[in-house]
């Protein structure tokens, strides 16, 4: 009688484990695009706060963090304009997707926006 409950036991718990496992790669293949964007956010407001006043500077140090970081930023969405009067404003543009795969059963198409003015 015992030895039945321990086998329930043990597949309950076996199959509580897969499940828990399952879960966890979910949530952290969810998880790394949000925090390469999150990344890249905030290397953006820090690049804009040196104030380094060259357009085109601004730009490859995006492309080089972007590229650091495995963003799939493409040049030509990523936009570095000067505002405002005398153009001491400077605001970055920047948009890209992401597509998150579950072993080609399922797949999920992310979108990103950066839009950070200094």
Same mark, same amino acid.
Not at 87 to 94: M, N, P, T, Y
């Given at each position: 009688?015992?030895?039945?409950?321990?086998?329930?036991?043990?597949?309950?718990?076996?199959?509580?484990?897969v499940?828990f496992v399952?879960v966890?790669?979910v949530?952290v293949s969810?998880?790394?695009?949000?925090?390469r964007?999150?990344? $890249?956010r905030s290397?953006t407001k820090?690049?804009l706060m040196?104030? &380094?006043?060259n357009v085109?500077?601004?730009?490859?140090k *995006?492309m080089?963090?972007a590229?650091e970081l495995?963003?799939?930023?493409?040049e030509e969405? $990523?936009s570095?304009t000067?505002?405002?009067?005398q153009?001491?404003? &400077?605001?970055?543009?920047?948009t890209?997707?992401?597509t *998150?795969d579950?072993?080609?059963?399922?797949?999920k198409?992310l979108?990103?926006?950066i839009?950070e003015?200094y």
């Open positions: 009688m015992s030895a039945c409950r321990s086998e329930r036991g043990f597949i309950r718990g076996f199959f509580l484990l499940l399952g966890c790669v949530l969810f998880a790394r695009p949000y925090i964007y999150n990344t $890249l290397h820090d690049i040196m104030e &380094l006043g085109d500077e601004i730009k490859s *995006v080089a963090d590229a495995h963003v799939p930023l493409q969405n $990523l570095v000067q505002q405002g009067p153009g001491k404003v &400077l605001r970055v543009k920047a890209w997707s992401e *998150v579950f072993w080609g059963y399922y797949q198409r979108d990103f926006d839009d003015e």
